[in-house]
């Protein structure tokens, strides 16, 4: 996809969220619920693979 209209499609989509948001299309988030959604994103890299080289 082209870099533009690759952003532009974002910018699209952004704005959408906001008119959606401004109109109140989403529910209501309980603050109890709050604790369960804000989970940290860990990630871990796979190991890195040794080699061994020797000269005989």
């Known amino acids: ?5 690759e ?3 974002k910018k699209e989509a952004l ?3 906001l008119e959606f948001t401004r109109d109140g299309k989403f ?3 309980e603050e109890s619920s709050l ?3 804000r989970l940290k ?5 796979p190991p890195q693979e040794e080699y061994f ?3 005989r």
């Not at 996809?1 to 209209?5: A, C, I, N, T």
């Not at 994103?41 to 890299?45: C, G, S």
């Open 1 to 5: 996809m082209e870099p533009k209209r």
């Open 7 to 9: 952003e532009q499609e």
């Open 15 to 17: 704005l959408t969220f």
């Open 27 to 29: 529910a209501k988030i």
């Open 35 to 37: 604790a369960y959604v």
């Open 41 to 45: 994103e860990q990630r871990e890299d």
């Open 53 to 55: 080289y020797s000269v």
